[in-house]
């Protein structure tokens, strides 16, 4: 068995996913460091989470997704000395008995638990937004009240109850915060400050390019105004390839728009929730990389603008937009259809030649 076991468990829209790339990017690098990533990639980290969490239907994601926590385990027994890293947000979201279970599990070897944080308010704006990237129609008060989501939702962004749950199985010394560093700091800081609490020594190549762009105030309303008409996008992988990564992060994200601000009543509940979190932190001693206060939510924030202050002509704008530029995917997807046709002249008929006809049969060719 490893002899010390470390799990990320977010939280989510605390960087990530950008500490995530460039873990499975470099991870011969990282065996070579002395620390083991189990698993062929980060969707088994994530089924490893909802396993944690006894998510029922599990299966309906992939049908060798259950037992996929086991399985990590049984990988990490296999090797002498050294480390392991599990990493995935949603771990945070497993409860009491579910985090009791997973530390016993890994035992005899030493589990410290990394715990990237950010303050209530940035919580609850990132997230309502990734969960509109994600397919949902849900206003940002109704969210702020509802139960009912473990992924996206105050079961995961409240930084206090994540930490009393883990806090309980796992020594305060091996509890690890690392806040998310101000811009006013180095771009690599965060992870420089994951890769310390690792132990590791290497240097390791960084990506040049933000992961998860972040969506104007306009243009993320009129994305949840659009979640609505989506209902046929209803996979996993529906959301994310062509509701998150097509229409948000590729063609919103790609207009310039005014950053959003929280309304006072949740602006307030997220102070209230920010302060408990820092005194938890303090009265129970765990290790903090960075300045704790960094999770109070400060007292002047950035600059922008009231979700309710969006005008139905700037939603028309930015649909506008939006529409010019499927449009142009669909000449290109055409145009390529069309290369391909020409070149596979002479045999059967492929999925793209029949999607370049139905093209041409709609505008009439």
């Not at 990490?76 to 000395?81: I, N, Q, R, W």
């Not at 420089?192 to 104007?216: I, K, M, Q």
């Not at 990389?289 to 603008?305: N, W």
Request: with cysteine; net charge negative.
């Amino acid at each position: 068995m490893v002899a010390r076991v470390f799990l990320h468990i977010g939280l989510p829209k605390t960087g990530t996913t950008y500490l995530q790339k460039i873990l499975w990017e470099n991870r011969d690098r990282l065996r070579g460091d002395g620390v083991v990533l189990p698993g062929s990639g980060h969707r088994e980290h994530l089924w490893a989470a909802l396993d944690v969490q006894e998510r029922k239907h599990l299966a309906r994601r992939d049908p060798q997704a259950p037992g996929t926590w086991e399985r990590l385990c049984t990988e990490l027994e296999a090797v002498e000395g050294g480390s392991g890293l599990v990493t995935h947000e949603f771990l945070c979201g497993a409860d009491a008995d579910q985090v009791r279970r997973a530390v016993r599990r890994l035992a005899p070897a030493e589990v410290h638990v990394v715990v990237t944080a950010r303050h209530a308010a940035g919580m609850l704006a990132a997230g309502w937004q990734e969960m509109v990237k994600n397919g949902s129609g849900l206003a940002i008060h109704d969210l702020a009240t509802a139960k009912t989501f473990p992924e996206f939702g105050w079961q995961t962004w409240d930084l206090a109850g994540v930490l009393e749950r883990w806090g309980q199985d796992v020594p305060a010394d091996r509890v690890h915060v690392l806040p998310v560093p101000p811009r006013t700091e180095a771009p690599d800081r965060h992870w420089r400050n994951f890769a310390g609490v690792l132990g590791l020594r290497e240097e390791y190549p960084l990506p040049d390019e933000p992961v998860n762009p972040s969506l104007g105030a306009v243009q993320v309303e009129l994305l949840r105004r659009l979640d609505r008409h989506l209902g046929s996008f209803h996979s996993a992988r529906d959301r994310g390839d062509w509701i998150r990564g097509h229409l948000a992060e590729r063609h919103l994200a790609a207009q310039a728009g005014e950053r959003f601000v929280l309304d006072e009543d949740l602006l307030a509940d997220c102070r209230l929730r920010s302060r408990r979190a820092v005194d938890l932190i303090v009265a129970r001693g765990f290790h903090v990389v960075g300045d704790v206060d960094d999770l109070l939510v400060p007292d002047e924030l950035p600059a922008g603008r009231a979700l309710a202050s969006v005008t139905d002509g700037e939603l028309l704008e930015s649909a506008s937009r939006l529409v010019a530029a499927l449009l142009e995917d669909v000449r290109d997807l055409a145009t390529e259809a069309e290369r391909r046709d020409a070149e596979a002249a002479g045999r059967s008929a492929t999925p793209l030649r029949r999607a370049a006809r139905a093209l041409r049969r709609g505008r009439g060719d």
